[in-house]
């Protein structure tokens, strides 16, 4: 199996993914930074770790599953510091952040575990009161996220949690969930360096991955042109090449460019 394989916690026994690496297509494909976004993102570069293994689908991923594969796409593709720029609430100025990813997914996994929830099945779990319920997959996100929060909490009640003579509420469900399977997603306590107010930064990984490679598109759009315009490749080689390849060759391309410049 390959070292760098993904080990999926909720999916059946032994099952291990692989991601190859981004190319332009697959970054030109996000298009926002909805569940149904990534679900995509996930299948254009999922592969099973064993080749005998059939391929999962993105969409019968439990969304902590899903968090782990995107965490790894965003380190592979940014690395592994998360920084950013927020504009404090007190004094009005703005601070960066930053913090490892790994050490954020360490912290999840550490946090996850069945406890008081048995295994009584493939992603299907009984509560100590009697209660059965399964963990959410994108293809039930998919499915309620045209309808309003309330409604959507609702239906996923409902798809997920098994009639019962002692069904659970709304609370004691999501309880159950965070439990198990806790989400690359917190709330972050940041302090202000110049004022210190302390203030919480909401963070989860599927938001962040994606609107990071939107914000880069103006970028692609620059890089495909240099290449195009250097080698005279079609829109569809340069999409081709991996981001890391681009990045290179456009690299070098400026470099030529710019000797160039300089007056002998």
């Avoid at 009584?120 to 309620?144: H, K, S, Y």
């Avoid at 990984?205 to 250097?230: P, V």
Wanted: glycine fraction near 4%; aromatic fraction near 6%; charged fraction near 30%.
């Amino acid at each position: 199996m390959d070292s760098s394989a993904i080990f999926l916690r909720f999916a059946p026994a032994g099952r291990a993914v692989a991601l190859r690496e981004l190319t332009g297509h697959d970054e030109r494909r996000v298009r926002g930074i909805a569940t149904r976004d990534a679900l995509e993102l996930i299948d254009a570069v999922l592969a099973p770790a064993r080749k005998e293994k059939p391929p999962v689908a993105s969409a019968d991923l439990v969304a902590a599953d899903r968090d782990r594969i995107l965490a790894e796409l965003y380190r592979r593709a940014f690395g592994d510091r998360i920084q950013a720029t927020l504009l404090c609430e007190g004094c009005g100025e703005p601070f960066d952040i930053e913090f490892s990813l790994q050490d954020l997914a360490a912290a999840t996994d550490n946090e996850s575990g069945p406890r008081k929830y048995a295994s009584v099945g493939a992603n299907l779990f009984e509560a100590p009161a009697g209660w059965r319920f399964r963990i959410p997959t994108g293809r039930d996100e998919c499915e309620v996220a045209a309808f309003d929060p309330t409604a959507a909490e609702k239906a996923l009640f409902e798809l997920c949690v098994e009639e019962s003579a002692t069904p659970p509420d709304m609370a004691e469900l999501e309880t159950a969930l965070e439990e198990l399977a806790p989400l690359i997603e917190f709330d972050l306590k940041a302090s202000c360096p110049g004022c210190q107010q302390v203030q919480l930064v909401q963070f989860d990984i599927q938001t962040y991955l994606l609107r990071s490679l939107l914000n880069e598109q103006s970028r692609q759009a620059f890089e495909i042109h240099r290449l195009a315009a250097a080698y005279h490749w079609s829109l569809d080689e340069v999409l081709s090449l991996t981001r890391h390849e681009r990045r290179r060759l456009v690299e070098m391309v400026e470099h030529d460019i710019s000797r160039r410049a300089i007056p002998s």
